[in-house]
């Protein structure tokens, strides 16, 4: 509850966090080009490809943002240190802080499914099963990759430039710019093995009715395995 109220505190995080990415599924979704079938990409609609970026997009900002951001400037200032002198031990924070991401997340993909739906006629999944199971494979690779950059960033400031760096490639491949069934082959395969772009791809398949591929499953979790392990061995409490 205390680091809920922290969060709220901090209007441009939440706004970024919460509010922007369903204010630019509506600005896509306002595009008339992007709500006609295209006989290139299936007959699907552009928009359609564009739900499940924006759902990896709200979780890229939380996860490569406001989680390293968060954890390093405690850090910095000592928090993680005194909280050792009290009952509150820090691993108590850091689950408050991974608890805190993962509910602004699923808010957030719910409210855009919501939008998407609604307002502009895009199918739910169909398969709810796998798209949950790659939600939560895409969340675990991403909360990783956060909690390494929190780990090994010196400050706040620095946790937040390295996690802005980080997201312009990882959301590149992810689809934001140009959708994966767009992307030329090589693209389209790097994106394979990058954490969002088999996120993307599974809760498009998800979406289609189909499972994850074995592959983008094998990728998130060997995201989540390599990341989380640095994390555990270069994170510092002070």
């Given at each position: 509850?205390?680091?809920t109220k922290l969060f709220f505190r901090e209007p441009l995080a939440v706004f970024f966090m919460l509010a922007f990415p369903p204010i630019l599924l509506v600005i896509f979704g306002a595009?008339?080009?992007f709500r006609e079938a295209d006989p290139d990409i299936g007959g699907l609609r552009v928009i359609d490809l564009?739900?499940?970026?924006?759902v990896a997009m709200a979780l890229a900002m939380t996860a490569l943002s406001g989680l390293p951001q968060m954890l390093a400037t405690y850090r910095e200032q000592g928090v993680l240190r005194r909280m050792r002198t009290t009952p509150v031990k820090p691993?108590?924070?850091?689950g408050a802080q991974l608890l805190l991401c993962t509910a602004a997340s699923v808010a957030v993909m719910l409210v855009l499914q919501a939008i998407g739906r609604v307002a502009f006629d895009v199918s739910l999944p169909r398969q709810a099963v796998a798209y949950l199971l790659g939600y939560v494979l895409s969340t675990l690779s991403m909360l990783a990759l956060g909690l390494l950059i929190a780990s090994l960033a010196?400050?706040?400031k620095g946790a937040n430039s390295i996690g802005t760096l980080l997201?312009?490639?990882v959301m590149f491949f992810a689809g934001l710019w140009a959708p994966r069934d767009t992307m030329p082959d090589l693209l389209r395969r790097i994106s394979d093995f990058t954490p969002l772009g088999a996120g993307v791809q599974s809760l498009q398949d998800a979406t289609a009715g189909h499972w994850p591929q074995l592959l983008h499953i094998a990728v998130m979790l060997g995201w989540t395995v390599v990341a989380g392990g640095l994390a555990a061995r270069y994170?510092?409490?002070?």
């Open positions: 509850m205390t680091e595009i008339p080009a564009y739900v499940p970026v924006v691993g108590w924070m850091l010196p400050s706040g997201f312009f490639p994170f510092r409490w002070e």
